[in-house]
């Protein structure tokens, strides 16, 4: 079905390249999915990469003492965070995500299924009314989730497996 959902989307791109599409778009989520799901380094491998022991990281985990700015900054290229992100992190929230990674809020769906997409998200990705946005979804569980790419990413991904895969059957053609 998704398959066939693809095949319509890109128009006369054969079922084959689609496939190869998919393929490509699995590794991408799949990639993109790991990323949240990393578990952030031991505590003795953290203090080891920040130049401290690991009793001092004990300490500013607890609240007992803070780092100076020069560990934090070395904290926070260790996490993937921006050092703003890492002073500014409430231990009772959720915790900030990589850098180039964005949580936007939360949003309801409506009654038809319509979402409101967040201004800043929009404004980040320069969306505007009548932008066309292909749905992506994964239903594996532990990483079941929705995601929205530009269409034209998306068509340029076919137009990428496409070319990988003339690129494929030329050289079957000369072997």
């Known amino acids: 079905l998704c398959v066939k959902m693809l095949t319509l989307a890109a128009g006369s791109v054969s079922r084959k390249n689609v496939s190869l599409l998919l393929l490509i778009l699995s590794v991408f989520w799949i990639s ?3 990323e949240f799901q990393m578990l952030l380094p031991c505590q003795e491998k953290a203090a080891e990469a920040v130049g401290v022991t690991r009793q001092a990281l004990a300490k500013w985990e607890t609240g007992e003492t803070t780092p ?3 560990h934090s900054d070395a904290l926070a290229a260790l996490y993937g965070v921006s050092l703003d992100d890492l ?3 409430a231990q009772d929230s959720v915790p900030p995500p990589p850098r180039g990674k964005h949580v936007f809020g939360v949003v309801q769906l409506g009654e038809r299924g319509q979402v409101v997409i967040p201004k800043r998200a929009r404004e980040l990705f320069h969306l505007g009314r009548g932008d066309t946005l292909v749905v992506l979804g994964d239903t ?3 990483t ?3 995601a929205l790419i530009p269409a034209q990413f998306f068509t340029s991904l076919l137009e990428l ?6 690129d494929a059957d030329r050289k ?3 072997a």
């Open 32 to 34: 993109f999915s790991l």
């Open 68 to 70: 100076d700015i020069l």
């Open 87 to 89: 002073l500014h992190f």
């Open 140 to 142: 594996t569980p532990g």
């Open 144 to 146: 079941a989730g929705i």
């Open 161 to 166: 497996a496409t070319q990988v895969q003339e």
């Open 172 to 174: 079957e053609g000369d």
